[in-house]
């Protein structure tokens, strides 16, 4: 595995490797990896004749009372995982290359980054839309792997590339969980023991959300009330936001028809969380 | 030379060409195409093997009261004079494959766009730098040329490239004008013959301007008002703007110094012309 934090020289490579006729896949990240970056590496390990995991944390997806300069960052280890993944480039651009002075083009996925995250986090997803450009056009992979945790992210890059025209296949691959339910996330490192315990309760949420739809619940406020109950009834907790949504557009819905996004944001202690789930008609997507 | 309107088509003939190790060259229009276009044209067609020249009429970057209906067409004309040059492709894809239903994303250079004509015109580089980097993506251009006419627009489009990591070269081309020194323009046509005399006072300013800097003239004041007398002398004009700018930052600047960028948005009639220079103490440069 190649470390290259020059951008010429990592754009060098994916050409020669486009010349051979190579197929890229390209695993975007911010670093500090867990086993869902580690399942992302390995499907595009599969989809692809040469993997090129990026790690850059990316100041224009974080707001000015944003944890930007606390995320967790440990380049060795990362480095590590990711070879032992089989992971052919680790690219780590340097924040003054993808941000030069003078820097100003920003990419907006308008309505997309509007609700849930978008509105908590004014910014964000212009940040995380930009640097996924950048990213994209840097390597010019054929297939670039998303996590659903990070579902608005996902769509918004969806929409980004087909908007845009950009000739690469968007992939989401599912949540992986902790054994015991919590998405695993960089940003669990921030809890504490009684937080890490409290912040369970997206999953319970989660659990119980599906479990009233496998029961025939199919109305927004019986799913939102029983979330909103769990989550309340947890301490070190406040809620950002509990939203069923319409699993493409992001827009609210009043029922589960044929199926719905369940997404959530909640506070646990200063660490903010989320988390989401397909709940379905069709019972078995969802279980 | 091929009418290509179909995105995918387009996309599959480039992706051929580049499989053969063909160098592509992208002409961006509006059509009815004039001597500047052409120059244009000639220019990718020694530039690269391949010449692509878009025809759209973007919708995104006209104002809800600007001229898009009555905006000149003539496709039959047009595919004539690129047959002419020698164009491979006239590229010509339907605003409804440009922006289908539920298109959302847009692309903001944010300073450049600011003054001049992003002032008069708010939002029109924003349309601009979104179908270029669309067109940049759906042609993956080696090249892609544009006039210095629209001087703003092609340092906004130079910008993008740069910060969005866009593989392209940008090439500016000098501005093509009528034997009397009027630069060429498909909106030229709006004009009546009165109009058409008037319209010459934005050449006339910029003559005037290039000999007093010639003469010794450097500031800023000395400049503009010369070039405010000539326009305001001159019936049925009306000054959207005159500004002597950076060349690169596009902000204004008090002096010539080493150069500066003459830029002059006037309305002659209903119709609104743009015409800029280089004024440089280095006199070679602007004569």
Chains 1, 2 share one sequence.
Request: aromatic content about 6%; charged content about 25%; some cysteine.
């Amino acid at each position: 595995m190649e470390i290259i934090s020059d951008v010429a020289q990592m754009r060098r490579m994916a050409r020669a490797w486009r010349g051979q006729g190579k197929r890229i896949a390209l695993v975007p990240t911010m670093g500090y990896f867990h086993d869902g970056h580690l399942s992302l590496m390995r499907y595009g390990r599969e989809a692809a004749d040469k993997l090129v995991v990026s790690l850059f944390v990316n100041p224009a997806q974080f707001g000015p009372n944003e944890d930007l300069a606390r995320y967790p960052r440990d380049l060795e280890r990362d480095a590590g995982m990711a070879r032992e993944v089989g992971v052919d480039v680790l690219f780590t651009p340097p924040a003054e290359a993808m941000y030069p002075p003078g820097y100003q083009t920003y990419v907006s996925v308008e309505e997309l980054s509007r609700p849930l995250c978008g509105a908590s986090r004014p910014g964000h997803f212009k940040g995380v839309a930009t640097v996924v450009l950048k990213l994209l056009n840097q390597v010019q992979p054929d297939t670039a792997i998303f996590g659903e945790k990070d579902y608005q992210q996902l769509q918004v890059i969806r929409r980004l590339a087909a908007d845009l025209d950009v000739p690469v296949e968007i992939v989401g691959r599912p949540i992986v969980r902790e054994a015991d339910g919590l998405a695993m996330s960089s940003r669990n490192t921030y809890l504490s023991p009684e937080e890490r315990a409290s912040a369970l309760c997206l999953f319970r949420a989660i659990r119980a959300a599906r479990e009233l739809v496998l029961s025939g619940a199919r109305s927004r406020e019986s799913v939102l009330e029983a979330v909103r109950g769990i989550i309340t009834a947890t301490p070190h907790t406040d809620i950002d936001y509990i939203s069923l949504v319409h699993p493409d557009t992001l827009r609210e819905v009043d029922t589960i028809d044929p199926e719905a996004r369940l997404a959530l944001a909640v506070r646990v202690g200063k660490t903010r969380l989320i988390d989401n789930t397909l709940l379905s008609e069709s019972l078995l997507c969802c279980v």
